[in-house]
C-alpha cells in the first residue's frame, strides 16, 4: 500500500504541520507520495528528503524580515498598536499592487530546500499552482521537470497575490494553489497514493476545496480545533505554540491523547469518570437531570466529534469549561489537575452566574439598551448555569473516585 500526504496551505500557519510531522517521524511514518500547495509544498518538500529535523529548524529561524523585505505581522496587534512608524512600515511593504518584495523568502527556501534532493527522492512530489490570469489549476508534478524549475514552481505555489508577486516562469505567469486546490488529495491519489494523511490549516476558517474527499475510508484528515491566527504572522512565538498545537493534535488523532480542543493525558481513572458520569445521570433521572441530560445531549449532538461515547460527554463539559475560563489549549494537562483548576474559579462565578441567572426574564425587553460589556444574554446565562451544575456532578464523582485511587 502507497501512502500518501497531502499538505494545505495557509502562510504562516504551516508551522501547525511541521507539530504534526514531527509526531509522524517519532513514529516512523514514510510518505511514497507528498503533495502539498502553497506553504504545504514549501514543507512537502522537505519531507519528501526525508529532513523533518530541518525543515523545524527551517521554522524556528523564520521571522517577518526572513519572508519579506520591511517585513511586517499581520496581526490583531498591528492595528490595536497601530502609530505613525507602523503606518510608514505598511505603505513602504504594500504600497504598490506588485506585492511585497519578498526575495528573503526565496532565499531561506534557497538555503534549506535542496532541488537535487527532490528530484532523487525515491517519493513522488507534486505541487498547485494557479496560471495567471486565466485562473486555470496547474498540477507540477516535480520529478518530471527540470531540477531547476523545482525551487520557481515552490514559489509559483506559494506566490499569494496581492500580497506576494505574481511568479513568473518561461513566458507564463502563476499564483497562489490555493485558489484552486488548496489542500491537493485528488492530486495526491492521482500520483499513486492508496492512503493519504491529509493535514488542513483551516486557513479562514473554512473547508478546503474537493472537501468530499475527506469522507473517505482512505483519508485520515487532521485539522486544527482552534484559530491558529493570521496566517501573515510569524511572530516566533506564534509559530512556536502552532507547532505544539499539531503535535498535540496529531497525537490526539492516534489516540495517545484525549480531548479535542484542549488535551489530556490518557488515564484509566479518567475513562472511570467519564463511565460514572453518565452512569450517574441515567440512574438518577430527577426532573433536573433530566433537563441536565436533554441540554448536553443536544450541545454535543451539535459537535463534529469522530466518535461518541462516554469520555465525550465528560470532555464536553471539561472543555467548555476550560473555554470559558480561557485555559491554554496548548498545554497538555493531566485532567485532575484540570477539573481543580476549573472548581478554584468556578466557585465565585457560579456563584455570580445563579445570583444572574435567577433574576426576571423581563430584563431581556431592555437588555439591548446595556452597553455593560459584563452582561450576558438569558440564553447564555441558561447554559452557562447547566454546564455548571454538569461540572458540579463531575466534580463530586472525582472527589468520590480519588478517595479511591489515593
Known amino acids: 500500500m502507497k501512502i500518501g500526504l497531502a499538505l494545505a496551505g495557509g502562510g504562516s500557519l504551516g508551522s501547525y504541520q511541521v507539530g504534526v510531522l514531527k509526531y509522524l517521524k517519532e513514529k516512523n511514518w514514510h510518505f511514497d507520495v507528498i503533495t502539498g500547495t502553497s506553504v504545504g509544498a514549501i514543507n512537502g518538500a522537505l519531507v519528501v528528503t526525508n529532513e523533518v529535523e530541518k525543515l523545524e529548524k527551517l521554522w524556528l529561524e523564520i521571522d517577518s524580515d526572513k519572508i519579506m523585505t520591511d517585513g511586517i505581522n499581520l496581526n490583531k496587534t498591528l492595528f490595536t498598536e497601530l502609530d505613525v512608524d507602523n503606518i510608514l512600515k505598511i505603505l513602504k511593504t504594500f504600497g504598490t499592487l506588485k506585492g511585497a518584495k519578498n526575495g528573503p523568502f526565496k532565499e531561506l527556501c534557497k538555503k534549506y530546500i535542496d532541488p537535487v534532493k527532490v528530484q532523487n527522492s525515491n517519493s513522488e512530489f507534486g505541487t498547485i499552482c494557479v496560471e495567471f490570469p486565466k485562473f486555470i489549476e496547474k498540477q507540477i508534478n516535480m520529478k518530471q521537470i527540470n531540477s531547476d524549475l523545482v525551487l520557481p514552481f515552490i514559489f509559483a505555489s506559494s506566490a499569494c497575490y496581492p500580497i506576494f508577486p505574481i511568479e513568473k516562469i518561461g513566458n507564463k505567469k502563476y499564483v497562489d494553489g490555493f485558489y484552486k486546490n488548496n489542500l491537493p488529495i485528488d492530486f495526491c491519489f492521482s500520483l499513486g497514493a492508496d492512503k493519504v494523511i ?150 465565585e462565578d457560579e456563584a455570580k452566574s445563579i445570583i444572574i441567572h435567577t433574576k426576571s426574564k423581563v430584563r431581556s425587553i431592555y437588555q439591548k439598551f446595556l452597553n455593560n460589556k459584563e452582561e450576558e444574554t438569558i440564553d447564555e446565562l441558561e447554559s452557562s448555569h447547566k454546564m455548571f451544575k454538569l461540572f458540579n456532578i463531575i466534580y463530586t464523582l472525582f472527589k468520590e473516585e480519588k478517595k479511591l485511587f489515593k
Open 198 to 347: 491529509a493535514i488542513d490549516l483551516g486557513m479562514f476558517g473554512t473547508k478546503p476545496q474537493n472537501s468530499y474527499l475527506l469522507d473517505l475510508p482512505n483519508v485520515i484528515y487532521i485539522r486544527p480545533k482552534v484559530n491558529l491566527g493570521s496566517f501573515m504572522d510569524f511572530t516566533p512565538d506564534i509559530i512556536k505554540k502552532n507547532m505544539i498545537r499539531g503535535y498535540n493534535d496529531a497525537k490526539k488523532q492516534f489516540k495517545e491523547f484525549n480531548g479535542y480542543v484542549f488535551t489530556f493525558y490518557k488515564n484509566e481513572n479518567f475513562d472511570n469518570l467519564a463511565k460514572k458520569f453518565i452512569q450517574y445521570l441515567v440512574t438518577n433521572l430527577n426532573d433536573e437531570n433530566r433537563v441536565l441530560m436533554k441540554y448536553l445531549n443536544e450541545s454535543i449532538n451539535k459537535q463534529t466529534y469522530p466518535t461518541l461515547d462516554e469520555v465525550d460527554y465528560l470532555l464536553f463539559v471539561l472543555e467548555y469549561m476550560g473555554n470559558r475560563y480561557e485555559f491554554d489549549d496548548s498545554i497538555v494537562y493531566d485532567y485532575q489537575e484540570f477539573i481543580e483548576k476549573v472548581y478554584n474559579i468556578a466557585k
